[in-house]
């Protein structure tokens, strides 16, 4: 919230074809404790923004925080296609090789993790559960669509090797319900109550 606070001037708005809301990262290294790094929605027991009056560490918020000066359909919400510096078939193939790896998830934030007690390892990730969520999300609110932070993190199983790969499962998802979903509408209007 204190990146996007300190955003005073919104001229240049006027003047892009869309903005993409880099939502991922919201938690990482820097903070007392580990939480998903992708929440669609803030989680309010998040002990990060326990202090603060605005639950911020969401992409909820940040669009709503920039729906105050851009139309809806100018926002692209940002996806993470990695866990930490991993991509996300490396999570898939580590829940398939070793049962101490479990998926949890989220129903507040909208997506998953996995816990390993034995080694004490949490990772935050994205699957078919939380990119469904996100299409729902963008096609509700008439956004313009995703940005996707990297391809190469996507993913397929390859019956053949028994692991998973690179490969697209996520983004046919993506590719395949915006387009039978159409185009966003045009709008030319500000929501300055959000």
Do not use: C
């Not at 000066?69 to 926002?75: A, D, F, L």
């Not at 729902?136 to 053949?160: A, F, K, P, S, T």
């Amino acid at each position: 919230s204190w990146v996007l606070g300190g955003q005073t001037n919104s001229a240049f708005l006027d003047y892009l074809d869309f903005v993409s809301v880099m939502s991922y990262d919201f938690h990482g290294g820097w903070n007392n404790y580990v939480e998903n790094q992708a929440n669609l929605y803030a989680d309010p027991a998040d002990t990060e923004t326990a202090q603060v009056d605005v639950k911020t560490l969401g992409f909820d918020w940040a669009y709503r925080f920039y729906r105050g000066k851009v139309q809806s359909e100018k926002i692209l919400m940002g996806v993470p296609y990695y866990t930490g510096a991993n991509p996300l078939w490396h999570v898939m193939n580590l829940m398939k090789s070793n049962s101490n790896y479990k998926r949890y998830w989220d129903d507040v934030g909208k997506v998953p993790h996995i816990w390993n007690a034995q080694n004490n390892t949490f990772l935050t990730f994205e699957d078919t559960e939380s990119v469904q969520e996100r299409i729902n999300y963008v096609n509700n609110n008439n956004l313009g669509g995703v940005l996707i932070w990297v391809m190469h993190g996507d993913y397929d199983y390859d019956e053949q090797q028994q692991k998973y790969v690179i490969g697209d499962t996520l983004t046919s998802m993506f590719h395949d319900q915006f387009k039978a979903k159409g185009a966003s509408k045009v709008s030319s209007d500000v929501d300055y109550t959000n």
